[in-house]
């Protein structure tokens, strides 16, 4: 769930669901989000229902969020194995941000700002660690994370 607007090609329901920042206060209020954060000026959140039916059906539920995030669901969820992927480093990822054609100069250098906060703060919090340099092998080391602690009886 986010209040940003919905970006080329995102559908709703799909990518996200688009909500404004009254739906979203009150979804956070009625405790409808396992975790929420606000990220450049949007408020992103991950609803509850979903993640707990999927953990009850015995799946693997991944979420792609940031820090403060993170550290709602190691609260929520303290048997969940959270994964820190990081940028191969700050060039590369202000490479991305510029690349993507849709953030000024003023919100890449927000977005660095906090990566670099994020980065610092990440090795207290997360189990492992992952470089995304390369797309496939970033893809294939958390599949080996989350296959390993399933198959060692570790928690996904």
Known sequence: MTTRPARPGEKEGVDYHFVDRARFRSAVAAQELAEWAEYSGHLYG???RPIEEHLGAGE???????????????AAFPE???????????????????????????????????????M????????FFVVNDDLK????????????????????
Do not use: N, Y
């Open 60 to 74: 693997d539920v991944v979420l792609d969020i940031e820090m403060l995030g993170s550290e709602q669901v190691r």
């Open 120 to 127: 610092e703060r990440a090795r207290g919090l997360f189990d």
């Open 137 to 156: 092998r970033a893809v294939d080391e958390l599949v080996g994370i989350l296959s390993t602690r399933r198959s060692t009886g570790g928690s996904p």
């Open 80 to 118: 969940a194995i959270l994964v820190f992927v990081e940028p191969p480093s700050m060039k590369a990822l202000e490479a991305r941000l510029r690349g993507r054609g849709d953030t000024s100069d003023v919100e890449v250098a927000s977005r660095l700002s906090v990566a670099r906060w994020q």
């Open 46 to 48: 991950t609803p509850r």
